[in-house]
C-alpha cells in the first residue's frame, strides 16, 4: 500500500516536495519510484531509486528533480524545483520490478501537482 502527498498550486519556477509512505512490503529491498499523469496523457515515469541508491530520471526532470527514500520510515520522497507548467499532473509513487519500469499493477491515489504560468 502506498498514500502519496505533498502536492499543491504553485507558480512556475517554485518548489514542492512530495511524500509517499509504503506499507506491507519490505521497503529496504525494493526499488522505488515516481510517476506521473497529466491530463489526457498516458502515466509516465519520472525518477526511481535502487535498494543502492542509484537513481535513475526522466529526461525532462533530470537536474530540477531529485529522488531520495527512508529505509527507517519505509517513505519515498520527491523534491521538484525549477517547477513548469508542463510537470502539472498527479504524481504516483510505486513499486518497480525494474529500475526504471514495470510498476507494480496496484496504484495508490497520488497527490496533485498544478503548476501555474
Known amino acids: 500500500q502506498v498514500v502519496e502527498s505533498g502536492g499543491g498550486l504553485v507558480q512556475a519556477g517554485g518548489s514542492l516536495n512530495l511524500s509517499c509512505e509504503v506499507s506491507?512490503?519490505?521497503?529496504?529491498?525494493?526499488?522505488v519510484g515516481w510517476y506521473r499523469q497529466a491530463p489526457g496523457k498516458e502515466r509516465e515515469f519520472v525518477a526511481s531509486i535502487t535498494p543502492g541508491l542509484r537513481t535513475h530520471y526522466t529526461d525532462a526532470v533530470r537536474d530540477r528533480f531529485s529522488i531520495s527514500r527512508d529505509n527507517a520510515k519505509n517513505a519515498l520522497y520527491l523534491e521538484m524545483n525549477s517547477l513548469k507548467p508542463e510537470d502539472t499532473g498527479v504524481y504516483y509513487c510505486?513499486?518497480?520490478?525494474?529500475?526504471?519500469?514495470?510498476?507494480?499493477?496496484?496504484w495508490g491515489p497520488g497527490t496533485q501537482v498544478s503548476v501555474s504560468s
Open positions: 506491507g512490503i519490505i521497503f529496504s529491498a525494493a526499488i
Open positions: 510505486n513499486l518497480l520490478r525494474r529500475e526504471t519500469d514495470r510498476p507494480a499493477p496496484n
